[in-house]
């Protein structure tokens, strides 16, 4: 997920988000990972 995901604050919500269980959490979880994946692909590191 590091190719996709560049910031490190980034990297810990998504370590959070995934340990979450539920529907709510899991939807939340894949909007996060679509979004800070189109958002960290313009940033270079």
Same mark, same amino acid.
Not at 13 to 35: D, H, M, N, P, T
């Given at each position: 997920?590091?190719?996709?995901?560049?910031? =490190?604050?980034?990297?810990? !919500?998504?370590?959070?988000? !995934?340990?979450?269980?539920?529907?709510?959490?899991?939807?939340?979880?894949?909007?996060?990972?679509?979004?800070?994946?189109?958002? =960290?692909?313009?940033?270079?590191?």
């Amino acid at each position: 997920m590091k190719t996709f995901i560049k910031t =490190d604050c980034g990297l810990e !919500k998504y370590q959070l988000l !995934k340990s979450q269980k539920g529907l709510f959490s899991k939807i939340r979880f894949y909007w996060f990972v679509a979004i800070a994946s189109l958002r =960290d692909s313009v940033i270079k590191k």
